[in-house]
């Protein structure tokens, strides 16, 4: 029997997915993280996955501007990366600070002298093929309309600046993640501030070096989307993100150098500066703060191609849009992190 899905609306425009019901779901235009957390459903896989709250220590990153995190599976650990910022006068990124989480402890492996400049909204992720972190990209200090076109790469605790010639536009927050089905780094989308543009290019990295390729549908010119690779569908995936019209709710598979709509997979609208990465224990592609208007602390999942809601009634609070989040592939658990405007904060979920 065919069954109706239920929504529910934010600030009177935007509509997320709950579950499976028979009837609309009556709410307030606000929607609080406990009416969110009170429509849990399980998972897909029938995997149970919980929050649990993990001290920080004493020693952690400081509040770093628009931080990534992704794990170095050459190095064993989750790299976190960000912009060390002056909150006086207005928050300008002052040194750009490299952190590793091991054990349950973080590591300072901040080294001024070799190392990206001071910037904020790069992309970064890990390279299997060549057992490498890369960052491409950013914002630098005192030059907010003029993104960097700068690729380096991380490895046993060194910066190497690899920048050639042929790069991606200078373009900020696009989604970058790596294609392991491929052996390449996928690059796409991106706001150029300087003429006030939105992207729609797909670059690849690969053995070092950047070019572009022209599937013949790609998605909608975008920025603040998020990209993870699904092991277990052998595609990324890539969720949500803003055009000049506004918040989208899009998504988007590519392989095989081609790009996919996802047409039934029921994403929560008006998602964008959202954590995403793959659970490869429980087989599963993990978000946490839909932003829809304003940030609140929702879990979902994509499984088999469809998004479902896991939140429940332990999870990390409201978060903000400069939350990140990595899976630690050794250990079989993500780590969010959470360091900005307030007290620094991270959880479990496994």
Not at 288 to 301: E, K, Q, R, S, Y
Request: aromatic share 14%.
């Amino acid at each position: 029997m065919a069954r109706s899905l239920g929504w529910i609306v934010v600030l009177g425009t935007a509509w997320i997915l709950v579950s499976p019901l028979t009837t609309l779901v009556p709410v307030n235009a606000h929607l609080s993280v406990s009416n969110l957390r009170a429509a849990k459903v399980a998972p897909l896989n029938g995997t149970a996955l919980n929050w649990t709250a993990v001290p920080v220590g004493r020693l952690h990153p400081p509040k770093l501007y628009s931080p990534v995190m992704v794990y170095d599976a050459a190095d064993g650990y989750l790299l976190y990366v960000g912009g060390k910022t002056n909150p006086s006068p207005s928050y300008s990124v002052i040194l750009i600070e490299t952190w590793s989480y091991l054990g349950g402890r973080w590591h300072d492996l901040t080294n001024t002298s070799d190392a990206p400049r001071p910037e904020y909204f790069f992309d970064l992720t890990y390279d299997a093929a060549d057992r490498q972190v890369v960052l491409y990209g950013g914002i630098p200090y005192g030059a907010r309309w003029l993104p960097l076109t700068e690729t380096w790469t991380y490895s046993a605790g060194i910066w190497r600046n690899l920048t050639h010639v042929v790069h991606p536009p200078p373009s900020e927050h696009a989604a970058m993640a790596y294609d392991a089905k491929d052996g390449y780094v996928v690059r796409y989308g991106g706001y150029w501030p300087h003429k006030r543009t939105y992207e729609n290019e797909t670059w690849i990295f690969r053995g070092g070096n950047w070019s572009e390729i022209f599937p013949k549908t790609p998605p909608p010119a975008e920025w603040l989307a998020s990209m993870a690779y699904d092991a277990k569908a052998q595609c990324l995936v890539l969720a949500g993100g803003t055009t000049k019209l506004g918040p989208l709710n899009g998504t988007w598979e590519f392989s095989g150098g081609n790009w996919t709509p996802a047409l039934s997979a029921g994403l929560p609208p008006t998602s964008s500066l959202t954590a995403m990465t793959y659970d490869s224990k429980a087989g599963v592609v993990v978000i946490l703060g839909i932003w829809a208007g304003v940030p609140f602390a929702g879990t979902w999942i994509f499984d088999n191609g469809v998004w479902k809601n896991i939140t429940g009634a332990s999870g990390p609070p409201t978060v903000g849009e400069y939350s990140t989040m990595g899976y630690d592939t050794a250990r079989g658990y993500v780590l969010w992190f959470y360091g900005w405007k307030h007290s620094s904060t991270a959880w479990k979920l496994s």
